[in-house]
DNA sequence: CATCAGGGCCCTG
DNA sequence: CAGGGCCCTGAT
């Protein structure tokens, strides 16, 4: 395959473990729903078996190689994390892993509310079964998950997974732990030098705008993912609609994975809509309205965390059987 | 060869 | 608030 220019390839940097933690997630959990999203395109920023998820973490300016194994014992949950990195590390930042772990992954989220609604669910009762204890969750810090989003944008999957390599092979690093080799995506400043038609030659199109844009947005410290943290659903939203580049598709993303907003249902895209209608209603289309009302009125706050679990249930079973409906609507 | 739409968003009128 | 335009790419 030949590269655009400006991309050549790279040797990782040799990682080795240097810590070793335990979180326990409260119950029910469920280990590969929450770490391995299989609606996501396919891409080289971790690695996932059952039982075993590996990522790359940015905490306090170092870029740390984080495995984390499932070691649930029956009703037990409970998760051993190993941190991975060139030279030691300091006590601070193996317990600054832990929570950042915790708080991506909401590992404390509290689904009791959630699980009595799924179980008065007549409809998905097989599917609320095979995913309980799944969060809606990511392992991106806030930027990161916005480069993906930004890729994803007014395109299909092929294009979004092309961008995102070219990207990733231009300005990110490559680490190597315990036998795995990942891409971690680079820090906003690092596009401070570069300019729009740089990232253009990229084939990244006119998204090269909004990456541009977006990344002054985070380095001049205007967007400070720990602050949005704390703010209230629809403030929340309002913050994320002034980043560059961030839309209603975008948002929702955003606001369900990163932030751990369940209750936020509010915009379907048209692809969606063809899937929605099938696994909803057994229906060619049915109006975005309509889908939304209903959606709402039965799972009130957590709307978008039961259509999340819907949702990946859907591409998990892709995985083993031929939907030809849904392939249909997929593309690659 | 031309045209078009795709896992959105910005901007304009 | 509806609709045009946008980088590219593969499908038709």
Known sequence: MTQPPGVEVRNPRQYSL???????PRAPFHFDGTFFKQSHFPNRLDHWTPGLFYQTIRIDNMLLGVKCRDTSQGREPSIELSVYYPSPIQDSVVSKTLDEIAFRYDLHADLAEFQALADRDTTFT?????????????QYSLYELLVVGLVLQNTQVRRSVQMLETLTQ????????DGVELWSIWLPEDLSA??????????IGYRARSLKRFSEQFSSGLID???LRRL?????????????GVGPETVRIIMSEAFHRPGVFAHIAPWQQKIYSRLFYNQEIVPTERIID??????????ALAVHYIWEDVFWRRRNEYIDWLEAEIRL
């Open 18 to 24: 240097v810590a070793n933690g335990r979180l326990f």
């Open 126 to 138: 097989d599917v609320f079964k095979r995913w309980k204890g799944m969060r809606a969750s990511t």
């Open 170 to 177: 231009r300005f990110g690093t490559l680490v190597e732990f």
């Open 194 to 203: 570069v300019d729009e038609e740089e990232l253009r030659a990229l084939k």
């Open 225 to 227: 993912e720990v602050e």
């Open 232 to 244: 209230d659903d629809d403030s929340l939203k309002r913050e994320l609609l002034k980043i560059y």
């Open 294 to 303: 209903d959606i709402n009125r039965q799972f009130g706050r957590y709307s």
